[in-house]
């Protein structure tokens, strides 16, 4: 655990770049231990600078607390990742990513094209223990608290392993950030009962069960467990968590706009809402997925967090909180303990299917 | 278009029987036209007896337009799909599809156990056009009126064809219940991007685009597509679909919820929301995706729609109102004549994958 964090942050991305993201990280500077963090911001150095001095005017001690690094050019927040790879090399996005590789930067933050920001993290940190692509985490409020729910896109197809895997990465995650000493755990499923799902769902439950990890699992769980908060990690394949989330977020957005309409839809209401208006901002925020902003992708060799595009400045400071939980966390020690499990069942557990059918077991011996 | 309908009632089904859904028919009598529809009530007689003289005391004209049909044994809620099929026959389930495949009824309704409903239907009605199970679609209320999603959770696995078959099948249902002459319809995925997806949702893309189906098929939409009514009809594999409708109806209850607690706070929100009181009751109620009942299973040999197992009488006489539209309707000849077309795409049409690629082609010479 570093004694004096260094956050790496691509100041030009997302809808709104500098502005937005210098006062974000003077916000964030506020809520930290003093000198417990320093920030590299890379982007075009006149605009930084600029931006520096506008937010260092209402939080001196900011200047001391940055170091601005010039980088030339962004990546469009349409731009294709196989182009973003080619191409992005020196730019803020890629220099940000950079500066976790060399060791200079304990987690890297970008508002920026979500697909360039994966891709040049896979090519830059590359993954640990063999996975493959980065799993997208998303913070889903609850009626208890806060549900943490992955793949939400990036990986489109999952075997039961790489769900295992998810399951691993989703519950050290959750521990880092939201401070759950043993994360309680469910895969998504349209149904509870053993048989129902297709095969890789079944596949993961059946090696959750048998395989010895330090894990709370409880089985499979539905939709509606989500917003329930029935468990503390949802495990789900990318294209299923995708839309899920998606759904979820456009009903939020159906309901803020409902109420509003609803409230302004006679004199009684009117003045009812006015009475009310508080609370009912405050719920309608609390509600909606996508407010709690900072998604990392987690299976990388570094910490990278992933802001909305479209976050304001208390929304990327929330991405910039989340990264330096994760750098203060040992959650890379503990995934990589927990995929080791993988293919060491504990003395005792019964085998799911042993021989070539387990792809788990397999793989570890290749 | 029968000149009277004949609709076959399981009255032992749900949560609570014959005590709601006796009532639910003399409102569904009260909202159709006089002399327009019969109901044929399965269930045990001296039960669904006393409910429809009960019934009778607030609706006189009830009795003439019911026949009891008694049966022996109700379908438990938690029943395998497997059991029933053995030792269903005789039971009111069983006899309301019955009913449908004797020809005596144009439409069964019922509030039983779903997996049960289906295999039943399945074995009685068997499916129309070659498929293989029944679609379940879900009347999904939006910012613009309704949206029909299928399949909420009938068919785990889909390939490309199938989804076609869900699209053909969705347009002629919507048209049918909704009476919009031209529904639009679009593919779920995780982006509306030709290369987003994996193969099964690209591959019906591209069937949707190259075969000359009578479809208004916009191409792919996302998860918050479905709340904001940007097609009026949404295909999707029934995982997938069923865990989007289930989160939604999690979070509408989380809504609900939340909005109480918001408006009981304080003095000043406890005012407000008793002036507001009856907007906000409205709108929680019309936002929820379990809002709307009666969902159809589509595909069969006839209809057989499913109310939910704690419908109240509105809701179940929701459902038989859906079971009329449908019998009222061409549905069953619309899906024959575009399932055809899967095996002929009009000259000039270029072909997808031609030869033995080419899963729908294939399985029309077979």
Redesign the interface.
Known sequence: MPDRLVISIDAMGGDHGPAVIVPAVARAAKIMPPDSVRFLLHGEGSVVEGALNTAALRTPRLAGLCEVRPSIGVIAMDAKPAHAMRRGNGTSMWNAVESVRAGEAHAAVSAGNTGALMAISRLLLRMAGGMDRPALVANWP??RGVTSVLDV?AN??CDAERLVEFAIMGAAFHRAVHKTPRPTLGL?N?GVETEK??EDVRGADRLLREHAFDLDYRGFV???????GAVDVIV?D???G??????????????R???R???T??A??R??????????R??SE??DPGSINGGPFLGLNGIVVKSHGGADARGFANAIRLAADLAHSDIAAEIERDLRKRASPEPGAAPGQPGPQDATQQRASA
Chains 1, 2 share one sequence.
Do not use: C, P, Y
């Open positions: 609850t009626s896109g489109i197809i998504l349209v799902g297709h539905e939709g509606d467990d989500i917003a329930r789900t990318g294209f299923t995708n839309v899920a989330l998606k759904t979820a977020e456009g009903l939020a957005r159906f309901f706009t409902e109420l309409n609803a409230l839809s006679g009684a209401s003045l009812g809402a006015l009475i009310a208006r508080r609370s009912l405050q719920m609390r509600l």
